[in-house]
């Protein structure tokens, strides 16, 4: 069964300090993983894509990384801010499908 | 440039009750999909669409019908509202296979 699991569930870290959040597929045939970044009240929105051929992507203090072989990723924010305090979703998709495998997110709270 | 549209933000509805969750996207992307969102669940698929005139059933369709008469509109509609159809539901358009889904800010509904 295609699942994706994210850890840790929830998060709490000081501002200006890093972190790193976890995520497992068992996603097959593999395509394609995509880190999305959702506020509260708002719609999910686009960190990262990474394909099978991706080890590393980074946008801005975000980087995201991508081990295919053992089927792991993980989203390290670096110097956190109070607007990163939001729930981190990792996405999956399997080749030659529009559909999407979502997982429940990882609620991070960054307090001053 | 609006990217991707939802209304209304909030709406409660009685049981039985029909009404139709509007989306409108203006970056001519073909495909086009429904979500909804409950607490600790990952976002599900309710339905999808590649293009005008094409619609296909994703994870959890029952209860719900869309429509794709145009490349902008891609409406869902309840046809009898239950209280198990309480969610936040969010529209989400697409261009190419790798690329960022972009997301509407949702529409909260609550059925009583």
């Known amino acids: 069964k295609n699942q994706v699991e994210q850890s840790p569930q929830s998060l709490i870290i000081l501002e200006g300090k890093n972190c790193t959040l976890q995520?497992?597929?068992?996603?097959?045939?593999?395509?394609?993983l995509r880190w999305y970044k959702q506020d509260t009240g708002r719609g999910p929105v686009s960190l990262t894509i990474m394909t099978f051929s991706e080890n590393t992507k980074s946008n801005g203090r975000y980087t995201a990384t991508l081990d295919a072989d053992t089927k792991q990723s993980s989203l390290h924010i670096t110097a956190s801010q109070l607007s990163d305090s939001a729930s981190y979703i990792c996405?999956?998709?399997?080749?030659?499908?529009?559909?999407?495998?979502f997982g429940t997110g990882t609620r991070l709270q960054v307090f001053p | 440039n609006a990217g991707v549209t939802q209304t209304p933000k909030f709406q409660v509805l009685k049981t039985g009750q029909s009404m139709t969750l509007q989306c409108a996207q203006d970056?001519?992307?073909?495909?086009m999909s429904w979500y909804r969102q409950d607490p600790g669940m990952g976002l599900r698929l309710i339905h999808y669409?590649?293009?005008?005139?094409?619609?296909d059933q994703g994870e959890v369709p029952n209860g719900y019908n869309v429509s794709r008469s145009t490349t902008e509109d891609f409406p869902l509609r309840l046809l009898s509202a239950a209280p198990s159809q309480t969610s936040v539901y969010f529209c989400?358009?697409?261009?190419?296979?790798?690329?960022?889904?972009?997301f509407g800010s949702g529409t909260r509904l609550t059925v009583v």
């Open positions: 995520c497992n597929y068992t996603v097959s045939p593999f395509s394609n």
């Open positions: 970056m001519n992307h073909e495909y």
């Open positions: 996405v999956v998709s399997a080749w030659n499908t529009d559909k999407l495998i």
């Open positions: 669409s590649v293009g005008a005139g094409i619609t």
């Open positions: 989400a358009a697409r261009g190419g296979t790798n690329y960022g889904y972009t």
